[in-house]
């Protein structure tokens, strides 16, 4: 059986200090259409924001006096809402993608993994690209070394060297990131436009 989607419930704005449950004895208002009306006696402002069929909304609460604005509290919320699931989509990193070679790879292998790598950079990921050692191989490092040079060679046109190739266990790894600018410059994107 498959496991499990799991349920990630929506980010949750905590519920706002307003109307009657602000506590502050005088607050600094700014109206509804963003005028500031100065400070008032917090009694006076709900009344102005109930005159208004509006609410009384804290926003500023640390401040001396605390700032309070007269909005809509549903519109408000969902305005907070939408924001904060906006910078959440938006903070996401572009995914990571993998390559994979030996020392012994065949040329038809290594110019596969390029053009696959090629694919990922076009699309704007990163490309970790690992060397793995097998038995006595870890002594030709130089021989490594070179087909990481040629496997970057095969992809320069759509990237560029962000880590170079070091040696971690048996294992050789690069990181390549993409090149925006190499990727519209060229030929076969200005031969398919």
């Given at each position: 059986?498959?496991?499990?989607?799991?349920?990630?419930?929506a980010?949750r704005?905590?519920?706002?200090?307003?109307?009657?449950?602000?506590?502050?004895?005088?607050?600094?208002?700014?109206?509804?259409?963003?005028?500031?009306?100065?400070?008032?006696?917090t009694?006076?402002a709900?009344?102005?924001?109930?005159?208004?069929?509006?609410?009384?909304?804290?926003?500023?609460?640390?401040?001396?006096?605390?700032?309070?604005?007269?909005?809509?509290?549903?519109?408000?919320?969902?305005?907070?809402q939408?924001?904060?699931?906006?910078?959440?989509?938006?903070?996401?990193?572009?995914?990571?993608?993998?390559?994979?070679?030996?020392?012994?790879?065949?040329?038809?292998?290594?110019?596969?993994r390029?053009?696959?790598?090629?694919?990922?950079?076009?699309?704007?990921?990163?490309l970790?690209?690992?060397?793995?050692?097998?038995?006595?191989?870890?002594?030709?490092?130089?021989?490594?070394?070179?087909?990481?040079?040629?496997?970057?060679a095969?992809?320069?046109e759509?990237?560029?060297?962000?880590?170079?190739?070091?040696?971690?266990?048996?294992?050789?790894?690069?990181?390549?990131?993409p090149?925006?600018?190499k990727?519209i410059?060229?030929?076969?994107?200005?031969?398919?436009?």
């Amino acid at each position: 059986m498959p496991p499990r989607k799991r349920y990630s419930p929506a980010v949750r704005i905590p519920r706002p200090i307003m109307n009657e449950r602000i506590f502050a004895r005088e607050v600094f208002v700014v109206g509804s259409d963003g005028e500031k009306l100065g400070k008032m006696l917090t009694s006076e402002a709900v009344a102005k924001a109930k005159a208004e069929e509006l609410d009384l909304i804290l926003v500023a609460p640390k401040a001396i006096p605390p700032v309070a604005k007269i909005l809509d509290c549903g519109k408000w919320m969902y305005e907070q809402q939408k924001a904060l699931s906006k910078n959440k989509s938006s903070g996401k990193a572009k995914e990571m993608k993998g390559v994979r070679l030996g020392v012994r790879i065949a040329e038809g292998d290594l110019a596969t993994r390029a053009k696959q790598g090629r694919d990922f950079l076009a699309k704007g990921h990163k490309l970790r690209v690992v060397l793995q050692f097998k038995g006595r191989e870890m002594t030709h490092f130089d021989l490594a070394l070179a087909k990481m040079k040629e496997f970057a060679a095969r992809v320069d046109e759509v990237s560029s060297i962000e880590e170079l190739p070091k040696k971690m266990g048996r294992q050789l790894i690069m990181i390549l990131k993409p090149e925006k600018k190499k990727i519209i410059n060229s030929p076969e994107n200005e031969a398919q436009n």
